[in-house]
């Protein structure tokens, strides 16, 4: 396993947001974290970055144990984050901000072809690319976002509710985007409210019920799970 997340808690303030969470990514493929607002899901992708401290469990990736780095370092080994809400630079260009991506990277000459790579899987990016990243579209600054997250050249990719406030035709190009980029070899970690696309994009999920771990099994199956249709897919 790439990622292994064993009894993971999480409290803000004595409030427990996430209790005894265990998870497991595999080398390849999306994984998805579906459950209603407030399930402790942004607080599970918070936690593997190094965001928020566990006060029990632990969280280890390619072997390491990694619970406790700060987030640079976890960076650094090798998982990018995109945040809830995109958080684009807004006073900065497109390509500015899509080389913040690579602050950490020494290796100049593949940091070009890399953006290379990320202008040609985002061609509006690319047509963009001297534009304030405050001037895109809600679906622009989410790929921009996802962009920079790729220009870590990172190991895992974790993506908060990327289809969060988008129109359906943007949410179509960015599911089709994300299905491009696990199958380029970067698995992923996808938490979406939208558990209909969740659970058509992912090859397994969780389910997070306040702060617990309620069900998991492959996407396909939850997706026929009869608790699962009726309290996510209105079915
Ligand atoms: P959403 O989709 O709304 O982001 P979520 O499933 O991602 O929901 P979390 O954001 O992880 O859930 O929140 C889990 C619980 O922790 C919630 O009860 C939330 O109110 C609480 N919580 C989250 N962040 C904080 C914080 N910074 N301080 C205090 N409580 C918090």
Known sequence: MLLEVKGASVAYNKVVAMRQVSMQVPEGGIVTIIGA????????????SGLVRLFAGEI??????????????????????????????????VEENLRTGAFLRRDRQEIETDLEKVFARFPRLKERRRQ?????????????????????KPRLLLLDEPSMGLAPVIVEEIARIIKEIAAGGVPVILVEQNAELALSLADYAYVLETGNLALEGRASELHENEHVRRAYLGI
């Open 60 to 93: 280890h990736f390619g072997g390491r144990r990694i619970d406790g780095l700060p987030p640079e370092k976890i960076v650094a080994a090798g998982i990018a984050h995109v945040p809830e809400g995109r958080r684009v630079f807004p006073q900065m260009t």
């Open 132 to 152: 304030l990243a405050s001037t895109m579209s809600g679906g622009e600054q989410q790929m921009l976002a996802i962009g920079r997250a790729l220009m870590a």
């Open 37 to 48: 607002n407030g399930a402790g899901k942004t607080s599970t992708l918070r936690a593997i």
